[in-house]
T-cell receptor
Framework: EAGVAQSPRYKIIEKRQSVAFWCNPI?????LYWYQQILGQGPKLLIQFQNNGVVDDSQLPKDRFSAERLKGVDSTLKIQPAKLEDSAVYLCASSFPIRGKYPEAFFGQGTRLTVV | SQQGEEDPQALSIQEGENATMNCSYK?????LQWYRQNSGRGLVHLILIRSNEREKHSGRLRVTLDTSKKSSSLLITASRAADTASYFCATDWSGGGADGLTFGKGTHLIIQP
């Protein structure tokens, strides 16, 4: 079974530039998550999609971050403009759609973003 | 803010010894999960324990859950060099409509050969 695919693996940008990350979840997984993991900390949920609808974006900094999941499959996360504190690994994860019964999340390798 | 706190933050043991790490959380939960993260394989699910369970085993892993104390422990028996990684507990809040996981800060485990 193919895992969660993310690209790019690494990205270096200057502050105030924009950047986009792409995620392709495991086939059949209706639920997709984006997490931000700052060095030395655990992942923090940014946004959760169920199919192409947003379930939870309470921790997404909406003034600069946006995400979409067109057609309920692939997803993109965008940062515009980037700040130094956005330097982190951005993790995409997917899971089965049945809440509470199959909550295990499968994670991609992540995109390491460095803002200079 | 992060839900859980793992303890200790770092742990170094000899290969073959047992490793125990603890997790505390703040709100009522549906499930508690443990994940492992290393540079080679990213974040990988290890084991899940439901809020109505007290103990669970999977291979060399043993997880306990005490919902009255809002705490969990992960025991890795007969540790191997390949167990060197960061370990995170993650919970999903039972009172929320979504089931996104809330992670702790992690325990960094080093297995000395």
């Amino acid at each position: 079974e193919a895992g969660v695919a993310q690209s790019p693996r690494y990205k270096i940008i200057e502050k105030r530039q924009s950047v986009a990350f792409w995620c392709n979840p495991i086939s059949g997984h209706a639920t997709l998550y984006w997490y931000q993991q700052i060095l030395g900390q655990g992942p923090k949920l940014l946004i959760q999609f169920q199919n192409n609808g947003v379930v939870d974006d309470s921790q997404l900094p909406k003034d600069r971050f946006s995400a979409e999941r067109l057609k309920g499959v692939d997803s993109t996360l965008k940062i515009q403009p980037a700040k130094l504190e956005d330097s982190a690994v951005y993790l995409c994860a997917s899971s089965f759609p049945i809440r509470g019964k199959y909550p295990e999340a499968f994670f991609g390798q992540g995109t390491r973003l460095t803002v200079v | 803010s992060q839900q859980g706190e793992e303890d200790p933050q770092a742990l170094s043991i000899q290969e073959g010894e047992n490793a125990t790490m603890n997790c505390s959380y703040k709100t009522s939960i549906n499930n508690l999960q443990w994940y492992r993260q290393n540079s080679g394989r990213g974040l990988v699910h290890l084991i899940l324990i439901r809020s109505n369970e007290r103990e669970k085993h999977s291979g060399r892993l043993r997880v306990t859950l005490d919902t009255s104390k809002k705490s969990s422990s992960l025991l890795i028996t007969a540790s191997r060099a390949a167990d060197t990684a960061s370990y995170f507990c993650a919970t999903d809040w039972s009172g929320g409509g979504a089931d996104g996981l809330t992670f702790g800060k992690g325990t960094h485990l080093i297995i000395q050969p």
